[in-house]
């Protein structure tokens, strides 16, 4: 029986999309200000007198290499919203007449991921922001064709779901 109501209730498809863009927009604009962020706190921190033990030391070298990972966190994030996208959309059974629903709605996400692209572009360009944004490769390459992705990301789902063979009934 509970298997049953899992194959009924499966739900996915074009929001999908819209959460890989808020989530992808999102991610960028936290990563950029944690990345802001820490160095100047803990730069401010190893000047105290407090700070000056072996273990203080040892926090801050930590500190230092954390925020080296963060642009490759990013990158593991969009690949795997990529590849969560491409499972779901296997897994979704679907009509072709809803095809051009889906067509509509991905030109919406498209707007509404260039409009983000743009508030991002925006956030990078601050001042402040502008060195730690410039050096986030992964992210700065991502954010730079995120609406290629998107569209590209939608067309291949839309053929993931609508392609599939007859396979007995169509939800």
């Known amino acids: 029986m509970e ?25 960028a604009l936290f990563l950029i200000i944690v990345a802001y962020i820490i160095p100047q706190v803990t730069e401010g921190l190893k000047e105290t007198d407090i700070n000056d033990s072996a273990a203080a030391r040892t926090m801050f070298a930590e500190s230092d ?16 919203l990529i590849i969560s996208i491409f499972i ?22 498209v707007v509404v991921g260039a409009i983000a692209n743009h508030v991002y572009d925006e956030f990078a360009a601050n001042v402040d922001l502008m060195t730690v944004a410039a050096s986030q490769t992964f992210m700065v390459a991502i954010m730079d064709h995120f609406v290629t992705i998107i569209v590209a990301v939608g067309i291949i789902s839309m053929i993931i779901i609508f392609a599939k063979p007859f396979q007995g009934g169509r939800v």
Do not use: C, Q, W
Not at 65 to 80: C, E, H, N, S
């Open 88 to 109: 779901t959309s296997f897994m979704i059974g679907s009509h072709p007449i809803f095809i051009p629903v889906y067509i509509f709605l991905l030109g919406f996400a």
């Open 3 to 27: 298997i049953r109501k899992i194959k009924i209730n499966k739900k996915a498809s074009i929001e999908d999309i819209f959460f890989f863009i808020v989530t992808l927009f999102g991610l």
């Open 65 to 80: 290499k954390i925020m080296d990972r963060l642009d490759p966190v990013y990158l593991i994030i969009f690949a795997g």
